[in-house]
């Protein structure tokens, strides 16, 4: 078996990593497997993975990626939110699928309220798509209104995380309170970070046992930025260990929607940064009210 996979990959983020994982997982052994990367950033994978399958990282928008689709026995997409505004889901594969006769499978799929897909859009995704699973019930709303195309829903795969996360453990990661997870330098005001001192505060944790975790090296700015003003730490760790942390921490205050889900699946109290509606409608799909940070 022949699987070809692309979505956000090769930016080292955690949450396509945790979908990296889940539709590698789900390849029967010895599967012969291509990841399609979009960024420079190799993905890392798990042991086990590695073990099994026989895997490739190849470069988008190269006449290798179109020859592991044309080869490909079986063309899977772990596109998070990759419909909106304009967006229409990675369509130079669905281009290329459509060339070499390929259907397209799409996993743990986000729409956002502000999809607007053009009519020759619209057109590629009808003619791809195999099969459509999203992450939560709006999403599936909206590509049946945008694309007239039916779905799935299946939770977010994040929360999968917090049964499996024990094969992920490292017992190095200690003296961790409250984990912070930022993307968006704005969200991260002056009086939100008065309130992440009053939660250290009342719960006893000293600046040190403050974290804050990037979910990616983009990432790695911004939460330097907020670990100084705080007086915490960084951790910039792989996919794996950001799960040993968020099993280590008390608290999570999450903008990162992956950070965020896999701290609720591990019984965490979670305090939400919201960037985008994706953070309340995954969470509340999944039966988890949203403590947004005020």
């Known amino acids: 078996m022949r699987v070809v ?61 179109f020859i592991a689709i044309l080869r490909a026995d079986r063309v899977e997409c772990i596109g998070g939110t990759c419909f909106h505004g304009r967006h229409s889901g990675f369509v130079l594969n669905q281009i290329m699928a459509a060339m070499t006769l390929k259907k397209i499978t799409w996993n743990n799929v986000g729409f956002e309220s502000d999809y607007r897909p053009t009519k020759w859009q619209r057109t590629v995704f009808r003619i791809t798509c ?3 699973t999203v ?10 209104r945008t694309l007239g195309v039916e779905s799935d829903t299946k939770l977010d795969v994040g929360f999968e995380y917090g049964t499996l996360s024990t094969l992920f453990e490292e017992p190095t990661l200690k003296n961790i309170g409250i984990v912070l997870s930022p993307r968006t330098e704005t969200n991260w005001r ?3 970070l008065d309130v992440i001192r009053k939660l250290a505060f009342d719960h006893g944790f000293q600046p040190p046992e403050i974290v804050v975790l990037p979910a990616g090296p ?21 996919w794996m260990g950001q799960i040993a942390a968020l099993k280590s921490a008390k608290i999570v205050v999450a903008e990162r929607l992956h950070h965020h889900v896999v701290a609720a699946a591990l ?15 995954v969470l509340n799909a999944a039966g988890y009210s949203v403590q947004v940070l005020e």
């Open 5 to 65: 996979v692309f979505g956000y990959l090769g930016f080292q983020n955690f949450g396509d990593s945790l979908l990296l994982d889940a539709v590698l997982r789900n390849c029967a052994d010895g599967s012969v497997v291509d990841v399609i990367q979009s960024g420079s950033l190799d993905e890392v994978m798990s042991h086990d993975n590695q073990r099994r399958l026989k895997l490739t990282l190849r470069r988008a928008r190269t006449f290798e990626h």
């Open 130 to 132: 195999k099969k459509l």
């Open 135 to 144: 992450r939560d019930p709006a999403s599936a709303e909206i590509a049946m």
């Open 190 to 192: 002056s009086d939100h």
């Open 218 to 238: 983009k990432d790695s700015r911004l939460s330097a930025k907020i670990a100084e003003d705080l007086g915490g730490r960084v951790l910039e760790l792989d």
């Open 267 to 281: 019984g965490k109290q979670v305090f939400s940064v919201p960037y985008m509606e994706k953070n309340r409608t």
